[in-house]
C-alpha cells in the first residue's frame, strides 16, 4: 500500500522535518509514508480564496482516481487512534493507495473535501499545518503497530 502525505507548503522548521522524519522512518517498506510538498497559492494581491482554489487545483492533480482519500480537517470527524487503525487495517485489504491531504494557511477549498473519502479532525482546535504533518506521520505509526500488534501501542 502506498499512503502519501500531499501537503501545501514548503520550507518547514529542523523540528518538523525531525519529527516527522523520526515517525515516516520507522514505518515497513510495504507501508511506506511518502510526503508530498506542494508550493502555496500566490497570496500577494490579497486575494486568499484565488489562492486556495490554486492550492486546489495542485491537489486534486495528484490524486489518482482510485486514491483513498482522507482530507485532514478541524470540522471534520473526530476518530480515535483505534479508528485510525481500523481504517489503516481495511485499507491494506483494499489494495488501494491512500492519501491524506494537508492543506495551506487558509485551509481545503470545497472541492478538495468534496473528492475526498472522509474528512477527518485530529482535534477540534486549529493546529499549525507544519504540526499537522508530525501528528499525522505518528497516528499513521501508531495505527501501523496496533494492527501489527507491536508494543509501541500502549
Ligand atoms: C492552519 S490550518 C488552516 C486553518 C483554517 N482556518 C481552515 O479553515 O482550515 C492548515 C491545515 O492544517 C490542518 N489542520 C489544522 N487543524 C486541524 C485539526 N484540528 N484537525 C485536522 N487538520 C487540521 C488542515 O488540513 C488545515 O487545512
Not at 515517525?23 to 510495504?30: G, H, S
Request: proline share 4%; with cysteine.
Amino acid at each position: 500500500m502506498r499512503i502519501r502525505l500531499i501537503a501545501v507548503g514548503r520550507r518547514m522548521p529542523k523540528w518538523v522535518v525531525a519529527g516527522y522524519e523520526e515517525f515516516a522512518k520507522r514505518l515497513p517498506r510495504e507501508c511506506r509514508l511518502e510526503l508530498v510538498e506542494l508550493n502555496p497559492g500566490d497570496r500577494s494581491g490579497g486575494d486568499v480564496q484565488r489562492a486556495r482554489q490554486t492550492e486546489a487545483d495542485r491537489i486534486l492533480d495528484k490524486l489518482g482516481e482510485r486514491d483513498h482519500v482522507i482530507a485532514l480537517d478541524e470540522l471534520g470527524r473526530e476518530a480515535t487512534s483505534a479508528g485510525w487503525a481500523d481504517a489503516f487495517e481495511s485499507w491494506l485489504h483494499s489494495g488501494r493507495d491512500v492519501a491524506f491531504i494537508i492543506g495551506g494557511p487558509d485551509g481545503l477549498d470545497e472541492r478538495v473535501l468534496q473528492r475526498a473519502d472522509h474528512t477527518w479532525a485530529l482535534a477540534k482546535m486549529t493546529l499549525p499545518h507544519a504540526l499537522v504533518r508530525v501528528v499525522v506521520a505518528e497516528q499513521v505509526y501508531r495505527a501501523w503497530s496496533i494492527v501489527s500488534g507491536h508494543p509501541y501501542h500502549r
